[in-house]
């Protein structure tokens, strides 16, 4: 989830979007992306919209983001792992702080706090592969910096136990460091 191949001025904006071809595609091999995104309304610094196409898992690790966002699945679906008050890892299928469902309306609209922490997991098909998802996200302002949080542990080897996690920028994380685990 780190490298990023277009990110278009607002002047190129609709002439991108109207070729069909995503403004960004987010991933380190683009033939094989993490994420395609379209910018439904030219990039600015109060509120943004995006749509999304996810095309594989979130990295491993937990991560937030820089800004309080509202989503809503499109078409498909995906698993959301969170975090417990006790470090415990949760599996939410797209439901959570706020979902609205209605007979009349079946799709799932969720709201994040910038401080969420989360990790996007898509559906296995039979053969192994996994179910593209796509989303309109709606994101507030930049409110902080986002990133991933890795697992710290006390103890070596057979008495290594969790002991809580450390907050690791993006730009590091993706930068190929991930949790710290490759010198």
């Known amino acids: 989830m780190s490298a ?3 990110r278009p001025s607002n002047r190129a904006w609709l002439s991108r979007l109207l070729s069909r071809q995503p403004h960004q595609t987010i991933g380190e091999d683009p033939n094989d992306p993490y ?4 910018y439904v309304i030219p990039r600015n610094r109060f509120i943004n919209v995006y749509l999304h196409k996810f095309m594989r898992d979130d990295a491993d690790t937990l991560h937030d983001h820089p800004w309080w966002f509202v989503s809503l699945i499109l078409r498909g679906g995906y698993i959301e792992h969170t975090e417990s008050p006790d470090r415990k890892m949760v599996l939410r299928c797209r439901t959570s702080i706020f979902d609205v469902r209605s007979p009349w309306w079946r799709r ?11 990790q996007v997991v898509l559906p296995h098909t039979p053969d192994g592969g996994r179910v593209p998802c796509w989303t309109l996200i709606i994101t ?7 990133g991933f949080w890795c697992p ?6 057979t ?25």
């Open 159 to 183: 008495n290594r136990r969790r002991v809580g996690e450390r907050f690791v920028p993006w730009q590091q994380f993706t930068s190929g460091a991930g949790c710290g685990e490759v010198a």
């Open 152 to 157: 710290t542990y006390s103890g070596l080897y």
């Open 108 to 118: 799932c609209i969720a709201f994040r706090p910038a401080t969420w922490r989360h």
């Open 140 to 146: 507030g302002r930049n409110t902080r910096t986002w």
């Open 4 to 6: 990023t191949s277009y």
């Open 35 to 38: 994420l395609l995104r379209w």
